[in-house]
């Protein structure tokens, strides 16, 4: 396993240098004509057995809202149902100070406003993104604390004109707007999730791995199981493909089966070298005869080892030269040899990482890949290409992560010294693939582990690390697939350039602020398994929270008390068929609460213990085969109340009810191709208010709020 060019930088030169390398990607077609040809082929049938191939590319640290908060259909920037802050207006709208706030704005006006030519926007610093940053900017679940914790330009995003093949990818094939990274925090954690399914303990027992440790070239290496190692011993095939520069991106590599393998192999070499990742990082610097020797006597090692230990170096550890990558791939797929499962882990300047790459150069690492994809129609026809970033870096996303219900240590599967491990903010993920052209948008909730759960339910071979609260609310991925599309592809847009290297700078929000207009327009949305209820009941001065769930999917919820009712916000965990209660005692006599679901459903209830309206409960459902939502409106008061039903958007039509006590009343509530927003309002009683919103999962081909 030898090869003859010369390394590009480790992540670490890059990072001194400010990743002027990227600016020596190639320019090209934001998509490959390839693809046109490719799309407009026959699409394979036979459900999942119908792909033969999966590619996963993981990218670096960039938030969902960061790149797709402006594009059309998505849940970003113009999204109705945005957390209130507790004091203020809503976490678009993040405090700082004692009395200031910064709201998202544009990285191309900054630029301009800097004096900047509008190229520089490609070359951003990164921010902080450690367990401990992150999880000040979760504040406890109030999700309000990001400009402390990262800096103003947290609130920075990039529009269509900025990243045009993100935006193109998005609307050609199926992107997800609620996958979340895996962990707050950093990369290695978060790949720890992708490659095994959790994140265990450090060496030392104590320490949860929730931080970048295992970079230390003397980290002792962990100690569970990885899912590659579970296909090796399923006969399964499959491949990391990587250079000497991987950025330090293929965690497999800190595993201890890995490090012993590499301790054996260089016993053989000269030098004191600890890793293999040590030893292909001090490549770059040496002279070519200097690299062929110690090639040769890494050769030397490989050669020494067993069978079982050669097979797992070649597949996760053996780096190739600089500028084979996809040439690898390429290769693979045209002598047939390509393994079911791929992982493609690009050098530093390819990787999109703010500090060390540029989006448009990365652009053109998946212009390249998807040209190699599709080139071969054979190939295009049984390949499903999944592209998702490891983490959000230091950039906001405004949609609080589901999390698991606290625990009482503080400790748990998803929990570390009474903080949640994830999941963490959006973060893109689009599958590419024939079965997922369309532009379509799917909700379900995903994070890295889903990557795993796809594999699992396409090869056979479980994953048991994946914790059951994970398993429960993160999506296998497969709604995302349509096995029986039909129609044409869409049309495709013309070349991109990359701009020449600047220094790395972090965006400084403008003087005059406001609220950053999406895209209008609605797409096409994949049919999601949810199916909230909700009501509310007083009894003896308790406010009983009532979630259900009449849909096929587990469901997380989150319920924040605004009036002091809840120590902190509450996180709850609603199976398929089930319903959870939680029990609320006003603490100053009154309550105003919010229910956050998946897809954004929403249910606000507000009133008071003295109010006209206190023992009224607005009782949201659904039923089978309906295209309403089903409002069942009842009085177990002792005052007659004239309730007003009203639209906030989408369908409906204004309607008052005159409730006696005892009385109730059902309303069939008209939607808009499944989605409502209504409130509920009561005359004798100002205190007193209902709002919910969502959609219903009433037809396979729906749309987007």
């Given at each position: 396993?030898?090869?003859?060019?010369?390394?590009?930088?480790?992540?670490?030169?890059?990072?001194?240098?400010?990743?002027?390398?990227?600016?020596?990607?190639?320019?090209?077609?934001?998509?490959?004509?390839?693809?046109?040809?490719?799309?407009?082929a026959p699409m394979r049938a036979g459900g999942l057995g119908a792909i033969e191939h999966v590619i996963l590319l993981m990218q670096e640290n960039r938030s969902f809202?960061?790149?797709?908060?402006?594009?059309?259909g998505v849940r970003g920037y113009g999204d109705r149902t945005r957390l209130r802050r507790r004091v203020g207006s809503d976490v678009m709208h993040q405090p700082v100070?004692?009395?200031?706030?910064?709201?998202?704005?544009?990285?191309?006006?900054?630029?301009?406003?800097?004096?900047?030519?509008?190229?520089?926007?490609?070359?951003?610093?990164?921010?902080?993104?450690?367990?401990?940053?992150?999880?000040?900017?979760?504040?406890?679940?109030?999700?309000?604390?990001?400009?402390?914790?990262?800096?103003?330009?947290?609130?920075?995003?990039?529009?269509?004109?900025?990243?045009?093949?993100?935006?193109?990818?998005?609307?050609?094939?199926?992107?997800?707007?609620?996958?979340?990274?895996?962990?707050?925090?950093?990369?290695?954690?978060?790949?720890?999730?992708?490659?095994?399914?959790?994140?265990?303990?450090?060496?030392?027992?104590?320490?949860?791995?929730?931080?970048?440790?295992?970079?230390?070239?003397?980290?002792?290496?962990?100690?569970?199981?990885?899912?590659?190692?579970?296909?090796?011993?399923?006969?399964?095939?499959?491949?990391?493909?990587?250079?000497?520069?991987?950025?330090?991106?293929?965690?497999?590599?800190?595993?201890?089966?890995?490090?012993?393998?590499?301790?054996?192999?260089?016993?053989?070499?000269?030098?004191?070298?600890?890793?293999?990742?040590?030893?292909?990082?001090?490549?770059?610097?040496?002279?070519?005869?200097?690299?062929?020797?110690?090639?040769?006597?890494?050769?030397?090692?490989?050669?020494?080892?067993?069978?079982?230990?050669?097979?797992?170096?070649?597949?996760?550890?053996?780096?190739?030269?600089?500028?084979?990558?996809?040439?690898?791939?390429?290769?693979?797929?045209?002598?047939?040899?390509?393994?079911?499962?791929?992982?493609?882990?690009?050098?530093?300047?390819?990787?999109?990482?703010?500090?060390?790459?540029?989006?448009?150069?990365?652009?053109?690492?998946?212009?390249?890949?998807?040209?190699?994809?599709?080139?071969?129609?054979?190939?295009?026809?049984?390949?499903?290409?999944?592209?998702?970033?490891?983490?959000?870096?230091?950039?906001?996303?405004?949609?609080?992560?589901?999390?698991?219900?606290r625990p009482a240590s503080g400790n748990g599967n998803d929990w570390y010294l009474g903080q949640p491990i994830g999941l963490g903010p959006r973060v893109p993920m689009?599958?590419?693939?024939?079965?997922?052209?369309?532009?379509?948008?799917?909700?379900?909730?995903?994070?890295?582990?889903?990557?795993?759960?796809?594999?699992?339910?396409?090869?056979?071979?479980?994953?048991?690390?994946?914790?059951?609260?994970?398993?429960?609310?993160?999506?296998?991925?497969?709604?995302?697939?349509?096995?029986?599309?039909?129609?044409?592809?869409?049309?495709?847009?013309?070349?991109?350039?990359?701009?020449?290297?600047?220094?790395?700078?972090?965006?400084?929000?403008?003087?005059?602020?406001?609220?950053?207009?999406?895209?209008?327009?609605?797409?096409?949305?994949?049919?999601?398994?949810?199916?909230?209820?909700?009501?509310?009941?007083?009894?003896?001065?308790?406010?009983?929270?009532?979630?259900?769930?009449?849909?096929?999917?587990?469901?997380?919820?989150?319920?924040?008390?605004?009036?002091?009712?809840?120590?902190?916000?509450?996180?709850?965990?609603?199976?398929?068929?089930?319903?959870?209660?939680?029990?609320?005692?006003?603490?100053?006599?009154?309550?105003?609460?919010?229910?956050?679901?998946?897809?954004?459903?929403?249910?606000?209830?507000?009133?008071?213990?003295?109010?006209?309206?206190?023992?009224?409960?607005?009782?949201?459902?659904?039923?089978?085969?309906?295209?309403?939502?089903?409002?069942?409106?009842?009085?177990?008061?002792?005052?007659?109340?004239?309730?007003?039903?009203?639209?906030?958007?989408?369908?409906?039509?204004?309607?008052?009810?005159?409730?006696?006590?005892?009385?109730?009343?059902?309303?069939?509530?008209?939607?808009?191709?499944?989605?409502?927003?209504?409130?509920?309002?009561?005359?004798?009683?100002?205190?007193?208010?209902?709002?919910?919103?969502?959609?219903?999962?009433?037809?396979?081909?729906?749309?987007?709020?």
């Open positions: 396993m030898t090869d003859s060019r010369r390394p590009e930088a480790s992540r670490r030169q890059v990072i001194k240098t400010g990743g002027a390398a990227a600016g020596l990607a190639v320019a090209g077609s934001l998509l490959p004509p390839s693809m046109h040809r490719a799309m407009a809202d960061h790149y797709y908060g402006n594009l059309r100070g004692p009395a200031g706030q910064v709201l998202p704005f544009s990285v191309r006006e900054a630029a301009v406003a800097a004096g900047r030519p509008a190229t520089d926007i490609q070359y951003l610093g990164d921010l902080p993104h450690g367990f401990s940053d992150a999880t000040l900017a979760w504040a406890d679940g109030w999700w309000d604390g990001w400009v402390p914790a990262k800096g103003a330009a947290t609130m920075t995003y990039y529009d269509r004109d900025d990243v045009p093949l993100q935006y193109e990818l998005a609307e050609t094939f199926t992107t997800f707007d609620a996958y979340h990274c895996s962990a707050f925090g950093s990369t290695n954690p978060n790949r720890n999730y992708f490659w095994s399914g959790t994140t265990g303990y450090e060496p030392d027992g104590v320490r949860r791995a929730v931080t970048n440790a295992a970079y230390s070239y003397s980290h002792g290496g962990y100690d569970w199981t990885t899912y590659p190692e579970r296909l090796e011993q399923a006969d399964v095939s499959w491949q990391i493909y990587q250079e000497w520069d991987n950025f330090t991106d293929n965690a497999v590599e800190y595993f201890l089966p890995f490090k012993r393998i590499g301790t054996k192999m260089l016993a053989h070499v000269d030098g004191s070298y600890r890793t293999t990742e040590e030893f292909y990082d001090s490549l770059h610097v040496k002279p070519a005869a200097e690299q062929d020797r110690l090639l040769a006597q890494l050769e030397e090692g490989r050669a020494a080892l067993s069978a079982e230990e050669r097979s797992l170096f070649d597949k996760a550890m053996y780096r190739s030269r600089p500028g084979t990558l996809l040439t690898r791939v390429r290769d693979d797929l045209a002598a047939g040899t390509l393994p079911k499962v791929t992982w493609l882990v690009p050098t530093a300047a390819l990787s999109e990482h703010p500090g060390a790459s540029t989006p448009v150069g990365s652009a053109n690492l998946i212009y390249d890949l998807l040209d190699i994809v599709a080139s071969d129609l054979d190939t295009w026809s049984k390949t499903a290409t999944m592209i998702n970033f490891d983490e959000n870096d230091g950039f906001f996303d405004h949609v609080p992560p589901p999390v698991a219900p689009t599958i590419v693939s024939p079965w997922t052209i369309g532009g379509h948008v799917d909700s379900s909730v995903a994070d890295h582990t889903s990557t795993l759960r796809f594999l699992e339910k396409w090869t056979g071979v479980a994953e048991p690390n994946i914790s059951a609260w994970r398993r429960a609310v993160c999506s296998d991925l497969t709604s995302a697939f349509d096995f029986t599309r039909t129609g044409s592809p869409p049309s495709l847009s013309q070349p991109d350039s990359v701009p020449a290297p600047v220094s790395r700078w972090r965006p400084v929000p403008p003087a005059d602020q406001e609220l950053p207009e999406q895209e209008t327009g609605r797409s096409g949305s994949r049919r999601l398994a949810y199916s909230p209820t909700m009501s509310a009941g007083l009894t003896g001065g308790v406010l009983r929270l009532r979630l259900g769930n009449t849909g096929s999917e587990d469901l997380a919820a989150h319920v924040y008390g605004f009036a002091g009712e809840l120590q902190r916000p509450e996180h709850l965990l609603v199976p398929a068929g089930e319903q959870q209660e939680l029990a609320v005692r006003p603490a100053i006599g009154r309550w105003d609460l919010a229910v956050q679901g998946p897809n954004q459903y929403w249910y606000e209830l507000a009133g008071s213990l003295s109010g006209a309206a206190a023992g009224v409960d607005v009782r949201q459902s659904t039923r089978a085969r309906r295209s309403s939502v089903e409002l069942t409106l009842t009085n177990e008061g002792s005052a007659r109340v004239i309730l007003t039903v009203r639209p906030l958007a989408y369908a409906g039509a204004t309607v008052k009810v005159k409730l006696a006590p005892g009385g109730s009343r059902e309303i069939a509530w008209a939607t808009d191709r499944g989605w409502y927003d209504v409130e509920v309002v009561a005359a004798e009683d100002a205190t007193f208010r209902r709002r919910v919103t969502g959609r219903l999962e009433t037809s396979s081909r729906g749309v987007t709020a």
